[in-house]
């Protein structure tokens, strides 16, 4: 019995903690805004860096509400920071550079459909930042230990592969004599979507070490890279961009053979979440 009111008070603390209830409030609040100023506009040009930005707004701002200081919580803390920092200006010089966003084709213009889009970027970055949100949440602190390195070292690779990979398929689409073909060079010679490979390495890196400090019910944060992986690998990431794909070149052999002997993520890690 005694157990169960533990799991209880957990679970009442995530929900009822203030640092959680405010860091949901500002981050509805963020998107909301964002998708007035967007739907007023027609445009998406900013949906990504507001993405990104809250993401770090909120670390930062549940590490003071909550947090006790402690190394863990400034590593992890930073590490969101560089994540979103490198992301969120990629994305931004990549759409004011190709003046709009095949996703919303058919969204701009629809300020209902729009608003769905900013509701579900609020719960991406919710979902995605809660084991942070829990960490620097923790008063208790934890001795740094083999959790904590090989999260940091996963996040680390994560942030490598993502990082290339993106700059790899920047350098391509640059050069005039790759007009109309595909990238299958680089890392996108092992894997199609290196990229978010890469984002799924990092967000699992950084459940790890924070769940050095996490008991009971907190552990559920694990749907953190979990709802990433499900909404990369079966929403908004990888069946568009593979549909689109498939429209362009999927007549061409080369891009068949591709398709044939170059995995969707990276099989040799992660079979069953191909």
Same mark, same amino acid.
């Given at each position: 019995?005694?157990?169960?009111?533990?799991?209880?008070?957990?679970?009442?603390?995530?929900?009822?903690?203030?640092?959680?209830?405010?860091?949901?409030?500002?981050?509805?609040?963020?998107?909301?805004?964002?998708?007035?100023?967007?739907?007023?506009?027609?445009?998406?040009?900013?949906?990504?860096?507001?993405?990104?930005?809250?993401?770090?707004?909120?670390?930062?701002?549940? !590490?003071?509400?909550?947090?006790?200081?402690?190394?863990?919580? @400034?590593?992890?803390?930073?590490?969101?920071?560089?994540?979103?920092?490198?992301?969120?200006?990629?994305?931004?010089?990549?759409?004011?550079?190709?003046?709009?966003?095949? !996703?919303?084709?058919?969204? !701009?213009?629809?300020?209902?459909?729009?608003?769905?889009?900013?509701?579900?970027?609020?719960?991406?970055?919710?979902?995605?930042?809660?084991?942070?949100?829990?960490?620097? @949440?923790?008063?208790?602190?934890?001795?740094?230990?083999?959790?904590?390195?090989?999260?940091?070292?996963?996040?680390?690779?994560?942030?490598?592969?993502?990082?290339?990979?993106?700059?790899?398929?920047?350098?391509?689409?640059?050069?005039?004599?790759?007009?109309?073909?595909?990238?299958?060079?680089?890392?996108?010679?092992?894997?199609?979507?290196?990229?978010?490979?890469?984002?799924?390495?990092?967000?699992?890196?950084?459940?790890?070490?924070?769940?050095?400090?996490? !008991?009971?019910?907190?552990?559920?944060?694990?749907?953190?890279?979990?709802?990433?992986?499900?909404?990369?690998?079966?929403?908004?990431?990888?069946?568009?961009?593979?549909?689109?794909?498939?429209?362009?070149?999927?007549?061409?052999?080369?891009?068949? @053979?591709?398709?044939?002997?170059?995995?969707?993520?990276?099989?040799?890690?992660?079979?069953?979440?191909?």
């Amino acid at each position: 019995m005694s157990q169960h009111i533990l799991i209880f008070q957990d679970m009442l603390d995530i929900v009822m903690g203030s640092t959680f209830v405010k860091c949901a409030a500002t981050d509805l609040l963020i998107q909301w805004v964002g998708w007035a100023v967007a739907a007023a506009l027609k445009t998406e040009k900013f949906y990504d860096l507001a993405g990104s930005g809250t993401f770090i707004l909120l670390a930062h701002l549940s !590490r003071i509400w909550g947090g006790s200081g402690h190394v863990r919580q @400034n590593v992890q803390t930073g590490l969101v920071t560089a994540w979103g920092l490198r992301l969120g200006t990629y994305l931004f010089l990549r759409i004011m550079k190709d003046g709009h966003d095949r !996703r919303f084709n058919n969204v !701009r213009d629809s300020p209902g459909t729009f608003f769905v889009y900013w509701t579900v970027q609020a719960l991406w970055v919710f979902v995605t930042l809660l084991p942070t949100l829990i960490l620097n @949440n923790e008063h208790r602190d934890e001795p740094l230990g083999p959790r904590d390195y090989l999260g940091w070292g996963l996040w680390g690779l994560g942030f490598a592969t993502e990082a290339i990979a993106d700059q790899q398929k920047w350098i391509f689409k640059q050069d005039p004599d790759n007009a109309g073909k595909f990238i299958q060079s680089g890392l996108w010679a092992y894997s199609r979507h290196p990229n978010y490979l890469g984002e799924i390495l990092q967000w699992s890196g950084l459940f790890l070490s924070a769940s050095s400090v996490m !008991r009971g019910v907190q552990h559920l944060s694990v749907v953190s890279p979990l709802f990433l992986w499900f909404l990369l690998r079966h929403v908004s990431g990888i069946p568009i961009l593979e549909q689109q794909a498939l429209k362009k070149w999927g007549s061409d052999p080369a891009f068949q @053979n591709y398709l044939r002997n170059t995995p969707l993520l990276w099989p040799s890690l992660w079979p069953c979440l191909q």
